[in-house]
């Protein structure tokens, strides 16, 4: 359908990047990618790229996906690549965009300098943990959301209860939260969390009146589930009633998580699949598919066209 450019993809989620190559009415580009006897990885374009804008899907939950990208986007641009745009859907390390404390790194930056120094010219990615982090890069990013999909998943298909909140697990989240609250048309609750370390957490203050409502608890991601579960304890003392609806963009979905979300009064959790977890058999639990929301950018961005209906 587009002949000048090609896609690629990385093995962190081959499924989400063939569903985007078929919206697309694409073939995905091909490449060999293996692993030396020592666990680096070997990457290999089988076919041209020159002059060519080139994309690249690849969530980046786990160092060795990051290194995987960095490979590909090397290969590309030393192939002749016109263009490198990483299709990021899952930028890991975004949570570490300040020092928290002393002598800390500031991963998601120190990420920016290494997509660009390999030759990223464009980055797409998805609900990003903060939006300042766009501010890392010098190149154009389009930090697209995965909100809109969400809501309409909720709206067709979860039939959201009557006299719903839809509640932020915490500060961070307050802005997103309203962006549901605005597609859903209903209030919004506050959580004050404070952490103790990267496990433990607590919930401090509710604000917002939850008494008698059901809940839509939204966060960016559920990795371990424990703000999640805190969130729930808390809604419930200060006397929420069941239906628990959950939604996330991205899941990187701990072993745990599972257990710590596994309550009965817990009806749905939705999640997409930028990191493409396996939970076919985790009762209640939905993946949505972004693919189209990524076909439909990638379009957008070969053609020149604007993405402002995604937003
Ligand atoms: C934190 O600021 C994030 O927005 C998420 O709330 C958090 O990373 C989720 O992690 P977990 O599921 O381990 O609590």
């Known amino acids: 359908m587009l002949d000048d450019f090609v896609i690629l993809r990385g093995t962190a989620n081959p499924r989400l990047a063939t569903a985007v190559a078929e919206s697309l009415e694409t073939p995905l ?63 890991g390390y975004s949570r570490s965009d300040k020092r928290g404390s002393r002598r800390e790194p500031i991963a998601a930056g120190m990420i920016a300098r290494m997509l660009q120094s390999v030759g990223v010219d464009h980055l797409v990615t998805l609900d990003l943990h903060a939006p300042q ?45 309203m962006e549901y609250s605005r597609q859903l048309d209903a209030p919004v609750v506050v959580l004050h ?71 009965p009064t817990v009806k749905r959790v939705l999640v997409t699949d930028t990191i493409g977890a396996s939970i076919s058999d985790w009762p209640g639990w939905r993946i949505v598919s972004v693919s189209e929301l990524l076909a439909t950018a990638i379009r957008c961005i070969a053609r020149g066209e604007s993405l402002r209906e995604l937003f």
């Not at 500060?171 to 939260?177: H, L, N, Q, Y």
């Open 29 to 91: 580009g091909a490449v060999a990618i293996e692993r030396f006897p020592d666990g680096e990885c070997s990457v290999q374009l089988l076919q041209t790229v020159r002059h060519k804008h080139v994309f690249v899907i690849q969530p980046t939950r786990t160092d060795q996906h990051l290194v995987e990208l960095l490979c590909l986007v090397d290969a590309a641009r030393r192939a002749a690549a016109a263009r490198i745009t990483a299709v990021i859907p899952y930028l």
């Open 133 to 177: 982090i766009e501010g890392f890069y010098h190149i154009p990013v389009d930090a697209l959301t995965a909100v809109p999909t969400l809501c309409r998943a909720i709206r067709e298909e979860e039939q959201p209860p009557a006299g719903m909140v839809v509640v932020s697990p915490d500060a961070g989240r307050v802005k997103t939260a």
């Open 193 to 263: 969390k404070r952490r103790q370390s990267d496990v433990a957490l607590e919930i401090t203050h509710v604000v917002g009146d939850v008494r008698g409502r059901p809940c839509l608890i939204i966060d960016d991601m559920i990795s371990t589930g424990g703000t999640l579960a805190r969130a729930i304890d808390a809604l419930f003392r200060e006397g929420a009633t069941e239906p628990i609806l959950i939604a996330a963009t991205h899941g990187p979905l701990l072993d745990d998580a599972r257990r710590k979300l596994d309550y």
